[in-house]
């Protein structure tokens, strides 16, 4: 474009973009989705240590711009031994990430319900297409920071727990229950936000009135490994 030189130049590549945000985004969950969801979540839990994140918040006080260089120069040596080749992937390892993209596409995708709980419209997944190709450069990105031609299990399992963290908080609440075969009674949330999920979940074809997932998704659940989808999902603190 121009640049007010009296040249044209060309830039070809692609922007991250990294934003931080409250879990009030997930109040415009459905929109993003109608939309269409660009962004892969990391939901970073409160810490548990309380007063003594507090405490050191207060020592870091007049510290920031030694803090900012040091932050500096450390992300500057990650990325500069990062190998610059695209490392390789297995077909093992796409599959899996391929099978995910499509469990995470249908249960993150928005429902419109009615105040009184009725259905507003149709809901429609997106395709997995993007966000497969999100995950497989998250691992790929994850290995060249780890200076390896390939990737291995550990750049597979990050991407995963990234498209975990993308489905709704309530409803992967609802479907860790599920997968740990318990009823909806039992899962330690609060009714109303456990009831909508469930709601949300069932409209698209993900559970039963029964508690349980339609044949389509148990298949779905049993090819990825109801164990490795529970470790993906664990609890961070």
Same mark, same amino acid.
């Given at each position: ?20 945000v409250t879990p009030a985004i997930d109040e415009e969950q459905t929109m993003r989705i109608v939309m269409g969801e660009r962004f892969l979540t990391v939901r970073w839990p ?79 997944? +997106?395709?997995? *297409? %993007? ?5 497989? #450069? !998250?691992? @790929? ?80 659940? +049993?090819?990825? *490994? %109801? ?5 993906? #999902? !664990?609890? @961070?603190?």
């Open positions: 474009s121009s640049t007010g030189t009296g040249t044209t130049k060309h830039w070809r590549g692609r922007v991250t973009a990294i934003a931080a409160r810490p548990d240590i309380g007063w003594k994140a507090a405490f050191a918040a207060i020592a870091q006080q007049g510290k920031e711009a030694f803090i900012d260089a040091g932050l500096v120069e450390l992300s500057k040596g990650l990325f500069q031994q990062a190998i610059l080749t695209l490392p390789t992937i297995s077909d093992l390892y796409a599959e899996r990430i391929a099978r995910m993209a499509d469990f995470v596409a249908f249960c993150r995708a928005g429902v419109r319900l009615s105040n009184g709980g009725m259905l507003v419209c149709r809901p429609s997944p +997106e395709g997995p *297409g %993007r966000l497969a190709k999100s995950m497989t #450069g !998250v691992s @790929r990105g994850s290995a060249s920071l780890y200076r390896q031609s390939e990737v291995i299990e550990r750049d597979v399992f990050d991407a995963m727990r990234l498209a975990w963290d993308s489905i709704p908080p309530d409803r992967a609440d609802v479907l860790k229950g599920f997968l740990r075969n318990q009823s909806l009674a039992t899962i330690p949330l609060e009714d109303s936000l456990k009831n909508r999920a469930f709601e949300e979940l069932r409209v698209l074809g993900i559970v039963t009135m029964g508690d349980t997932f339609t044949k389509p998704f148990q298949e779905m659940i +049993e090819a990825l *490994g %109801r164990e490795y989808l529970l470790s993906i #999902g !664990v609890d @961070r603190s």
